[in-house]
Antibody, heavy 122, light 107 residues
Framework: EVHLVESGGGLVQPGGSLRLSCSASGFTFSSYAMHWVRQAPGKGLEYVSTISSNGGSTYYADSVKGRFTISRDNSKNTLYLQTSSLRAEDTAVYYC???????????????WGQGTLVTVSS | AIRMTQSPSSFSASTGDRVTITCRASQGISSYLAWYQQKPGKAPKLLIYAASTLQSGVPSRFSGSESGTDFTLTISCLQSEDFATYYCQQYYSYPLTFGGGTKVEIK
């Protein structure tokens, strides 16, 4: 069974940084692209970032480009999201998500973690 | 970025109703369209991918269809557990994009 557990969220001041982590189990982590998707309180889903299975390709939403960095450690089955220059509008639950299909250029989003809340406020 | 326009944003329905939610892509996305269900306080769950393929374990009352850049999620006979928010999402190109969501409430 796919198991994704996010950590690292919390309260941070505007302009601050946080490193989110996602520990994965129940599947061959190194075979799947991974994503971060966020959801502001009471709002819809918003794409944040993607990293390919080997880490060689990364993608970002325009809203976080230059401020967030996605990475992974396949030896530790862990996904990361380094956030910086945080703004109030970055306040959201951040979900770690795996591709449904392995080694595919086009895959829906399969397993989701339960999310970690990031609150940006002074 | 490809814009996904979902409608309606919310509506009320009764158990047993047939309901339809639509999603329009701002450009062609082939059939790379997924539907997700989200209940309050929970992570989204994949229902349908490739516009019309039912994810394993999802009840057959859920179905998806497409016509050009217009996509439809249909629930043939609404059950109590189906009251939730539904999102469409394109995975044709990056950045991935979601529709704004449709909240299905009890009438």
């Amino acid at each position: 069974e796919v198991h994704l557990v996010e950590s690292g969220g919390g309260l941070v001041q505007p302009g601050g940084s946080l490193r989110l982590s996602c520990s994965a189990s129940g599947f061959t982590f190194s075979s799947y692209a991974m994503h971060w998707v966020r959801q502001a309180p009471g709002k819809g889903l918003e794409y944040v970032s993607t990293i390919s299975s080997n880490g060689g390709s990364t993608y970002y939403a325009d809203s976080v480009k230059g401020r967030f960095t996605i990475s992974r450690d396949n030896s530790k089955n862990t996904l990361y999201l380094q956030t910086s220059s945080l703004r109030a509008e970055d306040t959201a639950v951040y979900y770690c998500v795996k591709d449904e299909h392995y080694s595919s250029n086009w895959s829906p989003l399969g397993g989701w973690g339960q999310g970690t809340l990031v609150t940006v406020s002074s | 970025a490809i814009r996904m326009t979902q409608s309606p944003s919310s509506f009320s329905a009764s158990t047993g109703d047939r309901v339809t939610i639509t999603c329009r892509a701002s450009q062609g996305i082939s059939s790379y369209l997924a539907w997700y269900q989200q209940k309050p306080g929970k992570a989204p769950k994949l229902l349908i991918y490739a516009a019309s393929t039912l994810q394993s374990g999802v009840p057959s009352r859920f179905s998806g269809s497409e016509s050009g850049t217009d996509f439809t999620l249909t629930i043939s006979c609404l059950q109590s557990e189906d009251f939730a928010t539904y999102y469409c999402q394109q995975y044709y190109s990056y950045p991935l994009t979601f529709g704004g969501g449709t909240k299905v409430e009890i009438k």
